[in-house]
């Protein structure tokens, strides 16, 4: 990608929205509602460039170097339009990478306001991209004026919607509530997120019933949003009842649209005839499970026309560094902390350690570490805890056998990224991991470091 070579730099096109007042503001400002962009761009010319000319017509930019930095932008707060660059890669020219940005953003939120970036060798793809559903193109190099009134005219004939605070993506606040203001992102590249994201938008446009499974905190209730959200009843709260609580019971007839069910099986067959008698006959159900064999049949052909089932985090990969580095923003914004980066040894640590409570406890471990951590960049002391006393795997028969290999071989991936990140001094890394000088070398006989 090439620089912006135009009158989008700091020169500028002094004319229109770009003329300052003598208080140092735009002139459009007091008269356009200032509106919030996001630009996907890893060009800093251009994002420079883009920054300037949306400040000085009042309105404000944040910027995303890539598409992942972007669904995690996306899934924090909804902003009134994203203006997306067709490439990411230096040296790449066909548009696909920002192709299929557009196309994740679309799904994620098919609302969004979004207007490419794009060369004139482009043109072509653009065209091909607001037939998928981007509002407009402007064509490198532009002028100031043009790309805002692009921008603000792109916004005007889109839906109306308030910026804010959207859905914690990958968190499993199982209590919460759809929003259907807002997007529900699922964010993870692994096959099981991309399929389950597949999923979702086929399936989440109909009223067929749906059962999540998948372990408490793994992300079900994010799911369930992200279902509502495309459903023919997003334009109104889903209403969640946990039915372990007897006196939530009394809500369920007069439900209507999306109706999200927490643990049915948890009853027994007898309590499940009865919910089963007392369903709204018109909503849209969606049950959180966790053994959906233990759902009665009459129950499960009302709730279990299609079973979803959301992966666990040790099957996902690199998507527990992808949330991490969300969740580590997430908290940053909400405490008012630097964001600070992880360093090789916390994305070695987050990789090895096995995450009892799922994402929720990922998110706990990069929220604790925001508030605790005081160095430039994340340490990994910060996600050792989250790997279960090796105590633990001598206990039991043969799955103890399994699981000591699996806490054995975490336990040497976090002595070693410990080792690693403060240069193999074994009193700093001791003291990173919780441990005496004396236990780590014993660790480090036994794993052979």
């Given at each position: 990608?090439?620089?912006?070579?135009?009158?989008?730099?700091?020169?500028?096109?002094?004319?229109?929205?770009?003329?300052?007042?003598?208080?140092?503001?735009?002139?459009?400002?007091?008269?356009?509602?200032?509106?919030?962009?996001?630009?996907?761009?890893?060009?800093?010319?251009?994002?420079?460039?883009?920054?300037?000319?949306?400040?000085?017509?009042?309105?404000?930019?944040?910027?995303?170097?890539?598409?992942?930095?972007?669904?995690s932008?996306?899934a924090?707060?909804?902003?009134?339009?994203?203006?997306?660059?067709?490439?990411?890669?230096?040296?790449?020219?066909?548009?696909?990478?920002?192709?299929?940005?557009?196309?994740?953003?679309?799904?994620?939120?098919?609302?969004?306001c979004?207007?490419?970036?794009?060369?004139?060798?482009?043109?072509?793809?653009?065209?091909?991209?607001m037939?998928?559903?981007?509002?407009?193109?402007?064509?490198?190099?532009?002028?100031?004026?043009?790309?805002?009134?692009?921008?603000?005219?792109?916004?005007?004939?889109?839906?109306?919607?308030?910026a804010?605070?959207?859905?914690?993506?990958?968190a499993?606040?199982?209590?919460?509530?759809?929003?259907p203001?807002?997007?529900?992102?699922?964010?993870?590249?692994?096959?099981a997120?991309?399929?389950?994201?597949?999923?979702?938008?086929?399936?989440?446009?109909?009223?067929?019933?749906?059962?999540?499974?998948?372990?408490?905190?793994?992300?079900?209730?994010?799911?369930?949003?992200?279902?509502?959200?495309?459903?023919?009843?997003?334009?109104?709260?889903?209403?969640?009842?946990?039915?372990?609580?007897?006196?939530?019971?009394?809500?369920?007839?007069?439900?209507?649209?999306?109706?999200?069910?927490?643990?049915p099986?948890?009853?027994?067959?007898?309590?499940?005839?009865?919910?089963?008698?007392?369903?709204?006959?018109?909503?849209?159900?969606?049950?959180?499970?966790?053994?959906?064999?233990?759902?009665?049949?009459?129950?499960?052909?009302?709730?279990?026309?299609?079973?979803?089932?959301?992966?666990?985090?040790?099957?996902?990969?690199?998507?527990?560094?992808?949330?991490a580095?969300?969740?580590?923003?997430?908290?940053?914004?909400?405490?008012?902390?630097?964001?600070?980066?992880?360093?090789?040894?916390?994305?070695?640590?987050?990789?090895?350690?096995?995450?009892?409570?799922?994402?929720?406890g990922?998110?706990?471990?990069?929220?604790?570490?925001?508030?605790?951590?005081?160095?430039?960049?994340?340490?990994?002391?910060?996600?050792?805890?989250?790997?279960?006393?090796?105590?633990?795997?001598?206990?039991?028969?043969?799955?103890?056998?399994?699981?000591?290999?699996?806490?054995?071989?975490t336990?040497?991936?976090?002595?070693?990224?410990?080792?690693?990140?403060y240069?193999?001094?074994?009193?700093?890394?001791?003291?990173?991991?919780?441990?005496?000088?004396?236990?780590?070398?014993r660790?480090?006989?036994?794993?052979?470091?």
């Open positions: 990608m090439k620089p912006a070579n135009s009158s989008a730099t700091a020169k500028g096109d002094r004319s229109g929205s770009d003329r300052l007042s003598g208080s140092g503001q735009s002139d459009r400002a007091s008269s356009a509602t200032a509106r919030t962009i996001l630009l996907i761009d890893d060009n800093d010319d251009v994002a420079r460039a883009v920054e300037i000319a949306f400040r000085m017509a009042g309105h404000s930019v944040e910027r995303a170097p890539n598409a992942q930095d972007a669904y932008r996306l924090l707060r909804r902003f009134d339009a994203i203006i997306l660059d067709l490439n990411f890669t230096p040296g790449k020219t066909d548009g696909s990478e920002g192709l299929a940005c557009l196309d994740r953003i679309l799904a994620d939120d098919p609302g969004a979004v207007v490419l970036l794009t060369a004139h060798g482009g043109v072509r793809i653009a065209v091909t991209a037939q998928a559903g981007a509002r407009d193109f402007a064509v490198k190099p532009w002028s100031n004026a043009d790309l805002v009134a692009k921008v603000e005219a792109a916004i005007a004939r889109a839906p109306m919607s308030n804010g605070p959207a859905p914690e993506a990958g499993a606040g199982e209590a919460r509530t759809a929003a203001a807002q997007p529900a992102s699922l964010l993870g590249e692994c096959p997120i991309a399929e389950l994201r597949d999923l979702i938008h086929r399936i989440g446009p109909t009223d067929a019933g749906v059962t999540i499974t998948g372990p408490s905190g793994s992300g079900r209730s994010l799911a369930a949003a992200a279902l509502h959200a495309s459903s023919p009843h997003a334009a109104q709260d889903a209403v969640q009842v946990d039915l372990r609580d007897a006196s939530q019971w009394e809500r369920l007839p007069d439900i209507r649209g999306t109706l999200i069910l927490r643990h099986d948890r009853l027994d067959d007898i309590a499940q005839q009865r919910l089963l008698a007392i369903l709204p006959a018109n909503a849209r159900l969606i049950a959180i499970v966790d053994d959906p064999e233990r759902i009665v049949p009459a129950l499960r052909r009302r709730t279990a026309v299609v079973e979803l089932k959301v992966p666990p985090l040790a099957e996902r990969g690199e998507d527990a560094v992808l949330l580095r969300h969740f580590l923003r997430l908290a940053a914004e909400r405490h008012g902390r630097p964001l600070r980066p992880l360093s090789d040894g916390a994305v070695e640590a987050i990789r090895a350690a096995r995450w009892p409570d799922e994402v929720r990922l998110a706990l471990a990069a929220e604790r570490a925001v508030l605790l951590a005081d160095g430039e960049t994340i340490g990994p002391e910060a996600f050792a805890a989250a790997t279960p006393p090796p105590a633990i795997a001598a206990l039991g028969s043969s799955p103890a056998a399994s699981a000591k290999f699996d806490l054995d071989q336990e040497k991936a976090l002595i070693q990224a410990a080792l690693r990140e240069g193999h001094n074994i009193s700093h890394a001791a003291q990173a991991l919780g441990l005496s000088r004396a236990s780590l070398y660790r480090m006989e036994r794993h052979g470091l």
